[in-house]
């Protein structure tokens, strides 16, 4: 399973951004996707999910209100609408797939299987 995510890039706070994340390869054994952020000097967290069959979703609270994780079964890929940007959301932004449903709640980082290589987001003030 291979990741592309894409979208990130410069852009003012207040701004928006879409973040995308294409899968490719053996991608029938699919439980859940999510975005997760890291940003200089600081731990890798989460920031959102979305269970493939069904589409419930996740969020972190900290950025709750401000996002919206979509997929596209057709294409593959999931989407990550950021409004309202913060200076404190630059960051890389990483896509993640669970391949299937297992006891780590998809807020842990350790759920996944396969990540993609980032996509950097900055917010300027």
């Known amino acids: 399973v291979q990741l592309q995510a894409s979208g990130g890039g410069l852009v003012q706070a207040g701004g928006s951004l879409r973040l995308s994340c294409a899968a490719s390869g053996w991608t029938f054994s699919r439980y859940a996707m999510g975005w997760f952020r890291q940003a200089s000097g600081k731990e890798r967290e989460f920031v959102a999910a979305?269970?493939?069959?069904?589409?419930?979703?996740v969020y972190a609270d900290s950025m709750k209100g401000r996002l919206s994780i979509s997929r596209d079964s057709a294409k593959n890929t999931v989407y990550l609408q950021m409004n309202s940007l913060k200076p404190d959301d630059t960051a890389v932004y990483y896509c993640a797939l669970v391949r299937a449903r297992a006891l780590l709640p998809l807020t842990s980082s350790r759920a996944y299987d396969y990540w993609g290589q980032g996509t950097l987001v900055t917010v300027s003030s």
């Open positions: 979305i269970i493939w069959s069904g589409g419930s979703t």
